[in-house]
């Protein structure tokens, strides 16, 4: 899985849009809207901010995610 299929999954599973996931991320929406469409990777401080958010919801993380964030 990519990682904007991850961030979609993400959303879907939270049920939460776009604004809502990145006023949790501390980020702007349009951030969101472009990691979901391929159109920018994350920095780092941003990846480990969607693990954390990802890790207290109980949203399993990709492998290959997670060593892409160290």
């Given amino acids: ?3 904007s ?8 599973d939270l049920k939460v849009s776009q604004v ?6 501390n980020v702007n ?3 969101i ?6 159109r ?3 920095s780092n401080l941003a990846m480990k901010s969607l ?4 890790q207290n919801n109980f ?3 990709p492998e290959e995610l997670l060593k892409q964030s160290e």
């Fill in 33 to 38: 809207n472009r990691w979901e469409n391929n």
């Fill in 51 to 54: 693990i954390d958010y990802c």
């Fill in 40 to 42: 920018v990777v994350p």
């Fill in 59 to 61: 949203i399993d993380i």
């Fill in 20 to 25: 809502d996931l990145a006023k949790a991320l």
């Fill in 1 to 3: 899985m990519d990682f």
């Fill in 5 to 12: 299929e991850f961030v979609k999954k993400v959303r879907k």
């Fill in 29 to 31: 929406f349009t951030t």
